[in-house]
């Protein structure tokens, strides 16, 4: 079956940098786009970006664009997003999720993982 | 302020219908398919409709959706308690070449 865990939350201070990895298995991995999508505290989804299975093509929200970068490893079934000049806005919980084609937006996201807690505070 | 608008909450008694709208704009709806998602407490969202009306496999079809123009409605018959979750529609914004999602609706079976 489709997993998706992620790795690499925790608390860090304004302005400071942390890297998240989503660790997929049960599906082929490089045939798919897979996105980050966020969650603050006791708040809405909000997506961050989505990255095309080969990396080709990446899109980012405007609200992390120029400080978050989504990259993958398809030999090693990975996702990354390296987050930099972190603010406290950008606490949430953050889910990776799979979307059904290879390119991004043409489909539905239909697998996500259990997320991992991101908290920016000094 | 999503892009997709939702109600925040909506409400009936077990056994009722409920629905619960999305309205966006042609470069999101308008365009491309809607999903929607439920979220119970403390969990991750799952996929409940995809491609405007479809169920993946497990979905019961006591869910249903339907889109015209640029809204969307996620429909939910013979309610239960543990149909009490958020529920969040999707899409794709060609415009601004991203995933847009609605606030989200807290449903509750009173």
């Known amino acids: 079956q489709v997993q998706l865990v992620e790795s690499g939350g925790g608390v860090v201070q304004p302005g400071r940098s942390l890297r998240l990895s989503c660790a997929a298995s049960?599906?082929?991995?490089?045939?798919?786009?897979i996105h980050w999508v966020r969650q603050a505290p006791g708040k809405g989804l909000e997506w961050v970006a989505v990255?095309?299975?080969?990396?080709?093509?990446?899109y980012y929200a405007d609200s992390v664009k120029g400080r978050f970068t989504i990259s993958r490893d398809n030999s090693k079934n990975t996702l990354f997003l390296q987050m930099n000049s972190l603010r406290a806005e950008d606490t949430a919980v953050y889910y990776c999720?799979?979307?059904?084609?290879?390119?991004?937006?043409?489909?539905?996201?239909?697998?996500w993982g259990q997320g991992t807690l991101v908290t920016v505070s000094s | 302020q999503s892009v997709l608008t939702q109600p925040p909450s909506v409400s009936a008694a077990p056994g009722q219908k409920v629905t619960i709208s999305c309205s966006g704009s042609?470069?999101?709806?308008?365009?491309?398919?809607v999903s929607w998602y439920h979220q119970l407490p403390g969990t991750a969202p799952k996929l409940l409709i995809y491609?405007?009306?479809k169920r993946p496999s497990g979905i019961p079809d006591r869910f249903s959706g339907s889109k015209s123009g640029t809204s969307a409605t996620l429909g939910i018959t013979g309610l239960q308690t543990g149909d009490e979750a958020d529920y969040y529609c999707?899409?794709?914004?060609?415009?601004?070449?991203?995933?847009?999602f609605g606030g989200g609706t807290k449903l509750t079976v009173l």
């Open positions: 999707g899409t794709w914004d060609s415009s601004l070449s991203a995933v847009v």
């Open positions: 049960g599906f082929t991995f490089s045939s798919y786009a």
């Open positions: 990255i095309s299975y080969i990396g080709s093509n990446k």
């Open positions: 999720a799979k979307e059904n084609e290879p390119e991004a937006g043409r489909s539905e996201i239909d697998y």
């Open positions: 042609s470069s999101n709806i308008g365009n491309n398919y």
């Open positions: 491609d405007n009306n």
